[in-house]
């Protein structure tokens, strides 16, 4: 089996070459049900003979909510001329699957990439009928977090670059002794032994290995049968997972036992468990076909952490993606030091700032005496007053509209916050972490007073998420300022104000939000980039 290093450069060079054909080109459950009943509605019976590719854009994205306002599919990415976003990658991704595919359709999420090489004569085909996913060979823990596929020992060898092969059995998010009990877990190149030894870090030269999921391909009389479902259902009242609640249900070695597992489920609801017994009625006994990537690799950037990491890390992505430092941006030579870790996307960077390491700059303008720390998100933020920036600091500033008027919003945390974390009692709220202060001694110094007004939506969800903090203000560059005058205050236990300014959420941000507005403000940056190029 050729090297580590050398399969990292044979995917390099085939991502590469897909993204130049692209270049030439330039041109979860519930919403996958509401798709297929979108294009019956629009094509009628038309609809079952098309190839379809459906990417799920992303939900709330509170673990990167820099992606929230537009939907991680259109994540921007450090490279490109004019700049890609993901939604371009997928393409570029995919740009040799039809010709080789039955009409179906194809899913996938927006916040992966998966890059991969095979032989010269080996072609990724989707024609069998019932489901076919992607499977890469990945670490047990990465296995923690994804889908793994229990795979049939008896037509899977785990040798060459690519095999096809059938599940026996889906796992969602297992831990590691249930893949042990299952047979989910084998020894890179010779999938037919089973290690005893314990858990290894991530690397390609680990033995162990479990084969995770990624996009997966449904033929037309799948989507027929579920889109009857859907119809027969009515509105969905819960939430279902395309991943968890499908390819569960596949397979011989399925089980309904998975039904009332809810321990992965974001918001529980209380019909979850009838519509999974449906789903698995439905579907159990369906082929879960498998496309076996030996020489691919799956990356995650829907987290904060994930996306530093990828973006300005000596990463394998890095290298695989080619990605800059600094991609269609203006970055002048009389500006003080620019780490050649940090990464710089369609913004604008004024002589006299500086930007420290392992900190992404997407979409902005920053002023002459503007200092970034390190490991630290900017993005859509015009910064032209002076101001350190501590590390680790998270500002994504939006356009938003209210009684037709536009106005701004910064939201501003650490990268290492939880959004996602709730309380259900005003009392409890001490618990929540405001850059690493309980946010109550936060409200303190905002002079913001704790009351059932304090949270937007359910008042069984008080979280930074929900929490009414961020002032409303005439310009972008105002909101900017206001916000890290109350980061600064927090870090320095000094009072910092917000009488007399309407505060809204993060998630009533996202209700007003004015896409138009903030769009306009990209075009800005992009036209003065070309401009002075």
Known sequence: MPAA????????????????????????GGSTLHVLQCLEDLYGDKWTSFIVLLIHSGGYSQRLPSASALGKIFTALPFGDPIYQMLELKLAMYIDFPSHMKPGILVTC??????????????VTFDKPGFTALAHPSDLTVGTTHGVFVLDPSSFSGKGGLEYTSCHHFLHKPDIETMRQCGAICVRGNCSQLSSSGDHSDSENDLECVYTDSIFYMDHSIAKQLLTFYKQMGTLCCEIDAYGDFLQALGPGATQDYTENTSNVTKEESQLVEVRQKLYSLLK?????????????????GTTQEYLFHFTSDSKLKFELNLLSVAFSIFSDKAETLDQSASIIQSILEPGCFIGPGSVIEYSRIGPEVSVGKNS???????????????????????????????YVSMVFSVEDNLKKSVKLLSDIHSLQFFGVSLLECLDLWGVKVSDQLFSGENTHLGLWTARI????????????????????VQHMSAFKL???????????????????????????????????
């Open 5 to 28: 290093g050398e399969r990292s450069a044979a995917r390099r060079e085939a991502t590469g070459r897909r993204l130049a054909r692209f270049a030439a080109l330039r041109g979860n």
């Open 110 to 123: 927006s916040d992966d990439i998966e890059l991969y090489s095979t032989g010269v004569t080996e072609t």
């Open 285 to 301: 006994g369906t082929t879960l076909n498998v496309i076996v990537l030996n020489n691919s690799k799956f990356y995650h950037i």
């Open 377 to 407: 998100i900017i993005s859509g933020s015009y910064i032209n007053l002076k101001v350190d920036i501590p590390s680790n600091c998270f500002l994504s500033s939006l356009s938003i509209k209210i009684n037709d008027q536009v106005k």
């Open 470 to 489: 961020f002032p409303v203000c005439s310009t972008l560059s105002e909101s900017v300022s206001m916000s890290l005058k109350m980061l600064n205050s």
């Open 499 to 533: 009488n007399g300014f309407k505060l809204l959420s993060v998630e009533e941000m996202l209700t007003y939000k004015d896409v138009e507005d903030m769009l306009k403000f990209r075009k800005q940056i992009y036209d003065e980039i070309c401009l002075q190029r």
